[in-house]
């Protein structure tokens, strides 16, 4: 692997794990009855931001690396469904993340200047999925890795 | 000094973080609570006390995912489908779950209280033991016994405090 694929890769994993902890806080906040917004719609961004970095850059990487290099060494070892399975529905639903991430920004976005119990509520929701959609993504990279 | 080293040193720095603050959490709100009274200055404290548990817990998480990135570099992923390794993966989701559950107060504060403590603890022994013959399912069963034993002791402990001393 070239330094640059390295470098990509370590983007791609420490981007989404710090975007999934961002949502994570943002969860946290929106549980209170009375959230501080303006610190809550920051992160949000940022986390949308993240969730897009992890994207391009991981993108990269299995397009270039990953289905030449990798793909095949995992689908000759002792768990080819790490990438049949596992890397298949990681790779598309990792999809949804960012869409995610950009809808729950607008969400706190709008939130900032009209307070609203109601979407507060919803928007926790939705955070709580993308949440759980990133906790799965992050283990199924996990998974993948360690079947090399 | 290694990169390597470097992130065990994060590593270890997130655990002491996470299990000291776990534990003094329980201590101040133990000991806060006899009264049944929760003051300001008592709340600022174990709100400084979860922010340091919070803080651990970023640095574990971090350095978690550097030394996935560390074995994977560098050809060495063995650890990362052994049993230790995900059951510590489990037991720090359910660090952030049961944060999440008690927040929204879906879950009592005594059992969130003893799922805390217990995980951490339990993160903290995983690491140390590094590699185990147990399996991921017996290590999450000797985990829930550690709950429920935990969650028991702590009761006993808050009774103990309430009840009235004898003059």
């Known amino acids: 692997m070239t330094t640059t694929l390295a470098t990509l890769l370590i983007i791609h994993v420490i981007g989404g794990v710090i975007a999934i902890g961002m949502h994570?806080?943002?969860?946290?906040?929106?549980?209170?009855?009375?959230?501080?917004?303006?610190?809550?719609?920051?992160?949000?961004?940022?986390?949308?931001?993240?969730?897009?970095?992890?994207?391009?850059?991981?993108?990269?990487?299995?397009?270039t690396y990953y289905?030449?290099?990798?793909?095949?060494r995992i689908l000759a070892g002792a768990m080819p469904a790490a990438h049949t399975f596992f890397m298949e529905t990681k790779e598309h639903i990792f999809l949804v993340l960012p869409f995610l991430a950009i809808s729950i920004a607008l969400c706190t976005m709008y939130l900032r200047s009209n307070p609203d119990d109601d979407l507060r509520k919803s928007t926790a929701f939705l955070t709580f999925v993308a949440l759980v959609i990133g906790v799965a993504t992050a283990a199924s990279g996990v998974l993948v890795s360690g079947s090399i | 000094m290694t990169f390597y080293e470097l992130l065990v040193i994060m590593h270890v720095i997130g655990t002491v973080l996470g299990v000291g603050a776990a534990t003094f959490a329980e201590i101040h709100y133990t000991r806060f609570n006899i009264d049944d009274i929760i003051t300001d200055d008592e709340r600022k404290t174990l709100t400084t006390t979860y922010t340091v548990m919070r803080a651990g817990l970023f640095l574990l998480v971090i350095s978690g995912f550097a030394f996935l990135l560390y074995f994977r570099l560098t050809e060495n992923v063995a650890a990362l489908t052994s049993p230790s390794f995900w059951a510590k993966m489990t037991i720090v989701a359910v660090i952030v779950g049961n944060a999440l559950?008690?927040?929204?107060?879906?879950?009592?504060?005594?059992?969130?209280?003893?799922?805390?403590?217990?995980?951490?603890?339990?993160?903290?022994?995983?690491?140390?033991?590094?590699?185990t013959n147990a399996t991921y399912v017996e290590i999450l069963m000797y985990?829930?016994?550690?709950?429920?034993?935990?969650?028991?002791?702590?009761?006993?402990i808050r009774a103990w405090l309430h009840a009235p001393k004898k003059l």
């Open chain 2, 101 to 131: 559950l008690l927040q929204a107060r879906m879950v009592p504060f005594a059992i969130g209280a003893a799922v805390s403590i217990t995980s951490w603890y339990a993160a903290l022994v995983l690491g140390v033991i590094g590699k």
């Open chain 1, 67 to 72: 289905g030449s290099a990798v793909k095949p």
């Open chain 2, 143 to 156: 985990y829930v016994v550690a709950i429920v034993l935990v969650g028991l002791s702590l009761r006993w």
């Open chain 1, 24 to 63: 994570n806080v943002i969860l946290m906040h929106l549980l209170k009855k009375a959230p501080n917004y303006v610190f809550v719609s920051r992160l949000a961004w940022s986390s949308a931001g993240l969730f897009f970095l992890s994207w391009v850059t991981s993108a990269y990487y299995y397009v």
